[in-house]
């Protein structure tokens, strides 16, 4: 599905394309070798480095620079960021296996989302990361931790899958979509622009709605005015697939107030 395309059987295809790729799974599984899944997931120094410069981009908005629950958006949060220093009110747990699930799955119905779409390698790179800030609250990770993961999320597979996740076979049709449609690319860039340049509320909405703006108004303008109506129809197609869209898995939680503040924003821009 490359060069050869047409733009407009691109875009004809447009919806196939993203279906198959919600559907895409992992190739044929590796054999599971815990001792050295063990091994990958210790830290090393580029690991950590790794690790702190994801955190600062990903999570101290929220959890603050140094973990301590204290970020710019915590004030404005309830439940409150977890404190890494502490081990009070953790839900998952401070084992290896406990942070991986949250980073896998996030806390339903709580500002906390999944970061599954980040690959397994740069996941264990924050974990390691916050495991470092407060060594003595968090085990090392055991041939346990490892099964259990393997059970849950096939672990090894996805280590060795490494940067190329499920969602880069999508990262690369929006792409070609932008690519190879200029008059949606130029509304993409355009509202890109006005987006970045807005101090207004509803621009400020829209940007910590999402992780990926670019994504995610390329998907809103691929789907024509369908998005436009009403908010239940808005919210349910946003949440369908909240990652892959390039919104943020918190959006799950939003007050149908905030919905309807968030498509009135999403109106005005596009
Ligand atoms: C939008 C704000 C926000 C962002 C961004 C965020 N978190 Fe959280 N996180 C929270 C909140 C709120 C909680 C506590 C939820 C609760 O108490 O149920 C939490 C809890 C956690 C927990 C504790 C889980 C447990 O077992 O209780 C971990 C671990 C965690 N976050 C890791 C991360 C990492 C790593 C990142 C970045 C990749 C991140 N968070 C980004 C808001 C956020």
Known sequence: MKRHLTTTALLGTATLVLGAMLAWVPGPAAEAQAPDVLKQIQPNDEMLKNGATLFAANCASCHGEQGKGDGLAAAALN?????????????????????YKTLEEGLPGTPMGSFNHLPATDRVALINHIRSLAKANYPDPTAQDVETLQKDYS??????????????????????????????????????????????????LISSSSYDQERMLTMLVNSGDSWRGNVQDFSKMVMYNAEVNGFRSMTGSYTSAQWSELQNALKKLL
């Open 79 to 99: 439940p409150k960021p977890r404190n890494f220093h502490s081990k009070d009110a953790w839900k998952n747990g401070q084992t290896f296996a406990g942070l």
């Open 155 to 204: 672990l090894a597979e996805e280590l060795a899958a490494g940067g190329e996740k499920a969602l880069i076979p999508v990262a690369k049709a929006v792409e070609l979509l932008i690519a190879e449609d200029a008059p949606k690319q130029a509304k993409v860039k355009q509202a890109l622009a006005k987006l970045k340049a807005g101090t207004d509320k509803g621009s400020m």
